[in-house]
């Protein structure tokens, strides 16, 4: 009897155990698989920032190596084809268009490698634009990064651009713009879509006032809108929490990590592991941000839950098969022990 109680106690001891060691091991895996999140969007977000600033540095150098050019500076003929050569060896890359204008804010000449042609270029006077007004009022080498746009007329279906202009003087004298368009889509294309996180993730590529540059995959709701007044137009629980941890990631000159509400899941809100990374070129900030739904994690702890759940039974099924081999081999044995003694006893009384 007591030792069928000390077998007992013995497979509730391990049954608890295998129990406590399951639930541990399921949030150490949640933290660790946490942490491997946070991490890996770290390392992606840092490397991809440093190829877009490495980018831009080229695009920058480009174009004012460009507007030293001769034939640019002097408005001859030749000009058209300068900017043709310009923009192929640019194909296959985010910048997408090249145009020069006039000290009137005129379209002279322009370029682009989608093939398109617009005649209503030249119908246009582009004097108003804020590329177009920095750069009356610059000096040569100097360029000015604006704000995306979608253009009226000319490249449309390539969506939200970036324009990259810098002054172009003739004999000292102001004598134009030359303005270099990069699409937000075809930078999503080469530095973003071929990224792989987990199975739902986001990439944002915030400009420093909040604006969506890009998002990954594209929504269109929010591209080219201010991040922080789309959250504050559109709340929900938790959105000003949300809204203050943004602000301070945009401002941030510093990579980090966040755990944040966003209005962007596949069923919104949904919480997200969120890594960000600054994008800085000469005075520009930019944020490039890496989130990952929890519920990818989640998704993939179900699975390893599921396989802990099957070891741990098959623990407690060894556990318990062993206590009752154990209860059968002492049985067995104090059966033969009484059986020997009774055979025993009979042979000392003969």
Not at 103 to 118: K, M, P, Q, R, Y
Not at 228 to 250: A, V
Request: hydrophobic share 45%; aromatic share 12%.
């Amino acid at each position: 009897m007591k030792v069928n109680v000390l077998l007992s106690l013995i497979t509730a001891f391990f049954i608890v155990g295998f129990s406590l060691f399951y639930i541990f091991a399921v949030n150490i895996t949640r933290l660790l698989m946490t942490e491997q999140t946070y991490r890996k969007g770290e390392l992606i977000a840092k490397s991809e920032s440093r190829l877009i600033e490495t980018f831009l540095e080229y695009t920058v150098n480009s174009l004012l190596f460009l507007s030293r050019d001769f034939s640019i500076a002097s408005e001859k003929e030749p000009m058209q084809e300068v900017l043709n050569e310009y923009i192929r060896d640019w194909e296959e890359t985010p910048v997408v268009g090249v145009a020069r204008f006039d000290s009137e804010g005129h379209i002279l000449f322009t370029a682009n490698n989608i093939g398109v042609s617009d005649n209503r270029l030249t119908e246009f006077v582009f004097s108003d634009r804020d590329y177009f007004v920095w750069a009356s009022e610059a000096s040569e080498g100097e360029f000015y990064f604006g704000n995306p746009f979608i253009p009226r007329v000319g490249i449309t279906k390539h969506g939200y651009m970036i324009p990259l202009s810098t002054p172009v003087f003739s004999d000292g004298e102001f004598d134009g713009v030359l303005l270099v368009l990069v699409s937000l889509s075809e930078m999503t294309k080469v530095f973003i879509s071929d990224l792989h996180v987990s199975p739902n993730h986001r990439v944002f590529l915030f400009y420093s006032d909040g604006t969506v540059l890009i998002s990954y995959p594209e929504n269109e709701n929010i591209t080219g809108v201010n991040v922080l007044e789309y959250i504050s137009e559109n709340s929900y629980p938790e959105s000003e929490n949300t809204l203050s941890l943004l602000e301070g990631l945009i401002e941030s000159n510093d990579p980090g990590k966040l755990d944040l509400i966003l209005p962007f899941g596949e069923k919104q809100p949904a919480r997200f592991l969120v890594s960000h990374f600054p994008v800085v070129y000469d005075g520009e900030h930019w944020s490039l941000v890496v989130a990952v739904p929890e519920s990818d994690i989640n998704t993939e702890l179900h699975t390893l839950k599921t396989l802990k759940i099957f070891m741990l039974s098959f623990c407690i099924f060894m556990v318990l098969a062993l206590s009752l081999v154990s209860v059968l081999i002492i049985r067995i044995s104090r059966k033969n022990a009484y059986f020997n003694g009774l055979k025993d006893g009979k042979n000392g009384k003969n």
